[in-house]
């Protein structure tokens, strides 16, 4: 890439398993994407939806303690929002109607904790699930 060769390096994969260490980047972004994984199951099939949150929690699993997540996309925000409750993210939040390439959508931003003590009625989530 010019100019940015330097300090960027592109690899494929599969975004359901993605080919780097737990706690990685200190910033993760998806810009329009994670609605497509997991269509070989079809658009709103249980399993196209179990796709999409491997997906969502491989981003949880490669970003640092204390990192910035950021999921743009044009559907399935709610349930974006309600794996990142069941993971524990913090500061989740979700942008008003952003229109795009005549698309409407919507950005959820969170944060991954940096520290979490935990109680005695809490359970550690582990999310490759």
């Not at 997991?38 to 099939?45: D, F, I, S, V």
């Not at 559907?75 to 005549?102: C, G, N, W």
Request: net charge negative.
């Amino acid at each position: 890439m010019e100019g940015v060769g330097e300090y960027v390096t592109c690899k494929e994969g599969d975004v359901r398993s993605l080919p780097f260490g737990d706690n990685y980047f200190d910033v993760v972004v998806s810009a329009v994407f994670v609605h497509t994984v997991g269509k070989e199951y079809g658009h709103r099939t249980v399993e196209a939806a179990a796709e999409r949150m491997r997906a969502l929690g491989e981003m949880v699993r490669v970003l640092k303690a204390g990192g910035v997540g950021v999921v743009w996309d044009i559907v399935h925000v709610p349930e974006y929002v309600r794996r990142l409750q069941e993971l524990k993210m913090e500061d989740i939040m979700v942008s008003e109607r952003v229109t795009a390439f005549m698309v409407s959508s919507h950005i959820v931003s969170f944060r991954k904790p940096s520290q979490h003590v935990m109680g005695p009625d809490e359970v550690r989530l582990d999310w490759r699930c």
